[in-house]
């Protein structure tokens, strides 16, 4: 009983009293794979629409200045996991283990799975893990309660695999069988078998990722919009793609309809009320497979794309929904990156995170308390492939240093996002001042590794 009342207090004190510790909310963290900040039509997206996932901001939130934990895969969902940034976290870019899976995590991390679990959560995956092969120290099944997916990114360059994974089972399949399907289907039987307990489920869809596959029922009616691109065959992993460009479009068209499927389901089951789901990407568009992100303008304003630490290769699109709690047509330019992920959950398990993260629960943001959000002093990234990059977020200002690995002390380009968002202009020779506290949160955030290394540094 004590334990209950604890738990009313404290949600009392955030402003509502919807909340009970026997009726804590579900979570639900969906996460596409390169998928930009334009390629929703809730983000500017023209060229196809993506009604379902734009329903989540019509009636939630969204943040505009969302940021990824990295511009590539492994990375990124280390940061997500361990509430670490890639100046402090165990896995800081992709390295691959043959013949699957990629380097895993060590056996003791501390992970928002493993932690929610503790506050009395069931755990769920469906999507790509990418953060230690079958077997090992890291493997998803230490992590979740049910697993379901690709636990290694390289497998999941096509969408017709050889084989997916449930929990440490190898489940084969077919040439003819779309795996992001199969994804979709194990996620809603997780909803329908948890609709009376408490669940988190983590999303890693692999849409729209590398090879541009996707059924003739998705695929043609594209096709015949832009048979333009017909001659254009898209080549990466699994079978070649007649008019790519078409795919692509029939790629997220086809993920909407698996979100539109998740809400419908939650308002079948009557927990709708009581589950907040988020929608984001991992990281900037890809240029991979056939994929064309300038006639989508898949970055919208934002410069570079995947693999750059300009806004294009980390800003990403997030909404949220959660009826009743999150008020409809919300919007924030807060500052959030996805090192904040494991202590928001956490704040909404009515449980605290771990001493020592670099995030900041952003719960009071998502609920409209903007009075209560703590801020971040600055947001920074590490990259260590194609010569090493840099980039660090200060207010409005945004640093970033490429050719790292070259040269520690290359030149620091300067912007000033809120005039210009493209960083078009490097202002850097106007602001002196402003350069020299960047390379100060620089050498702050940056805690060396063995594993990762900027050349000589």
């Known amino acids: 009983m004590m334990h209950k009342f604890i738990f009313a207090v404290m949600f009392s004190m955030l402003g509502t009293t919807s909340w009970a510790a026997d009726n804590r909310p579900n979570i639900i963290y969906i996460m596409a794979d390169d998928l930009g900040y334009g390629d929703l039509s809730c983000f500017g997206q023209t060229k ?36 670490l940034h890639t100046g402090h976290a165990f896995v800081r870019g992709n390295r691959e283990v043959q013949p699957e899976g990629q380097a895993p995590m060590p056996i003791d991390i501390v992970t928002l799975p493993r932690l929610i679990k503790k506050a009395g959560y069931t755990t769920g995956m469906f999507g790509k893990w990418g953060l230690g092969a079958p077997g090992s120290a890291s493997d998803p099944v230490e992590h979740f309660d049910t697993f379901y997916g690709y636990n290694c990114q390289r497998q999941a360059h096509t969408f017709y695999p050889t084989h997916l994974w449930h929990n440490d089972k190898k489940v084969p399949l077919d040439s003819k069988t779309y795996s992001a399907d199969l994804i979709s289907d194990q996620l809603l039987q997780f909803v329908r078998d948890n609709k009376e307990k408490p669940f988190f489920a983590y999303v890693p869809f692999t849409i729209p990722h590398a090879a541009m596959h996707v059924p003739e029922d998705d695929h043609l009616p594209w096709r015949e ?36 499927q998740l809400l419908a389901l939650l308002e079948e089951l009557g927990i709708d009320n009581n589950t907040i789901v988020s929608f984001t990407s991992d990281n900037g568009p890809h240029m991979e497979g056939g994929h064309d992100p300038k006639f989508f303008d898949s970055n919208g304003p934002l410069k570079g794309h995947k693999r750059d630490l300009y806004e294009g290769g980390i800003r990403v699109p997030f909404v949220a929904r959660w ?27 009515g449980t605290e995170a771990p001493a020592g993260i670099d995030g900041i629960s952003y719960l009071p943001a998502l609920l409209g308390q903007m009075d209560r959000q703590k801020k971040h002093e600055y947001l920074y990234w590490a990259f260590y492939e194609r010569g090493g990059k840099l980039a660090v977020r200060w207010g409005k200002w945004k640093g970033v240093r490429n050719n790292v690995g070259k040269n520690p002390n290359s030149t620091l380009e300067l912007y000033d996002l809120t005039k210009d968002i493209g960083e078009t202009s490097n202002i850097a020779a106007q602001h002196p001042e402003v350069v020299t506290q960047l390379e100060t949160f620089l050498k702050d955030a940056y805690t060396p590794s063995p594993d990762w290394s900027f050349g000589g540094r």
């Open 225 to 260: 919009k832009w048979p333009q691109f017909d001659d254009k065959i898209g080549k990466y992993s699994g079978p070649n793609v007649t008019n790519p460009v078409a795919a692509f479009a029939g790629m997220v068209t086809r993920m909407d309809r698996h979100v539109g």
């Open 48 to 83: 196809f629409k993506t009604p379902n996932i734009d329903r989540l901001a019509a009636e939630g939130i969204t943040f505009t200045d969302y940021y990824a934990g990295s511009t590539v895969c492994a990375p990124t969902r280390c940061v997500l996991m361990s509430g």
């Open 323 to 349: 009826p009743g709690t999150i008020k409809p047509g919300t919007k924030t330019d807060l500052p959030v990156a996805m090192w904040d992920v494991l202590p928001t959950c956490l704040e909404i398990a």
